[in-house]
């Protein structure tokens, strides 16, 4: 007679459903990359722009600047259930880094004398932004603008300047500005007078590095001790 029948029970468990990665992109070059989904599973295969991969049991990852799989371009995903089910691949998710500029200088037009304007200059660079402030810590923002003049110097002043190319920043740059102190008044000899005909000595014994003396009857001299007036005439007499 017949062998006794048997049976067995065949179970075809459904795939996950398509993820969707989410990034924090785009970045600078240098922060760290976060993928994410709000896919539930058991691994995560994240698949990088050159076809390598890594798998995790959680999400987010975070991608160091310093792994391999540090990459910008399309990146995508496969999840994997309890049951051993992997998904269809996620569609590309275009995860830019942004590379910050590096050649970046600040400069100024300076030594100026105190109470002078300054102004203060920045190397060009396409498509960036300028930002000058009172501090390195970059709380006291003080311009936008590339190239800002300050008004009224009194102080030998330090500005640093931020320089942005889609919005990573480049290292931060410094200028000093280096203020003179005005000279005081130049001593003159007290008020005299001298007869017509006589001679009039002009002389200051401040040493400076520049003179300019000016006075009546179209008088000027750029010597610290101009020439002597002879003879004196009416017209010679003033200030």
Do not use: M
């Not at 995790?56 to 600047?65: C, G, R």
């Not at 590339?146 to 740059?173: E, I, K, S």
Request: with cysteine.
């Amino acid at each position: 007679r017949s062998a006794p029948s048997s049976t067995t029970n065949a179970v075809c468990n459904p795939a996950p459903a398509r993820p969707a990665i989410t990034s924090n992109a785009p970045i600078s070059a240098g922060e760290v990359l976060t993928l994410s989904t709000s896919s539930t599973a058991t691994n995560y295969r994240w698949i990088a722009p050159n076809g390598a991969d890594t798998t995790t049991t959680s999400s987010p990852v975070n991608i160091a600047p310093s792994s391999s799989l540090y990459q910008d371009g399309n990146w995508t995903l496969i999840i994997t259930d309890a049951n051993g089910c992997s998904s269809t691949a996620s569609a590309p998710s275009n995860v830019v880094i942004n590379t910050a500029p590096t050649a970046v200088s600040a400069a100024n037009n300076g030594p100026v004398c105190t109470g002078d304007a300054v102004q203060l200059s920045a190397s060009t660079i396409n498509g960036a932004t300028y930002a000058w402030y009172a501090d390195r810590a970059a709380t006291n923002l003080l311009s936008t603008l590339q190239n800002p003049t300050f008004n009224n110097q009194t102080t030998t002043t330090t500005y640093y300047l931020v320089v942005r190319v889609n919005g990573c920043p480049a290292p931060t740059d410094s200028t000093v500005v280096q203020v003179l102190p005005v000279p005081a008044a130049p001593a003159l000899p007290a008020n005299f007078a001298v007869c017509e005909g006589d001679a009039i000595t002009l002389s200051t014994p401040t040493v400076a590095s520049q003179y300019r003396w000016s006075g009546p009857n179209g008088f000027v001299s750029n010597a610290q001790n101009p020439a002597v007036i002879q003879p004196a005439t009416l017209a010679d007499a003033g200030t």
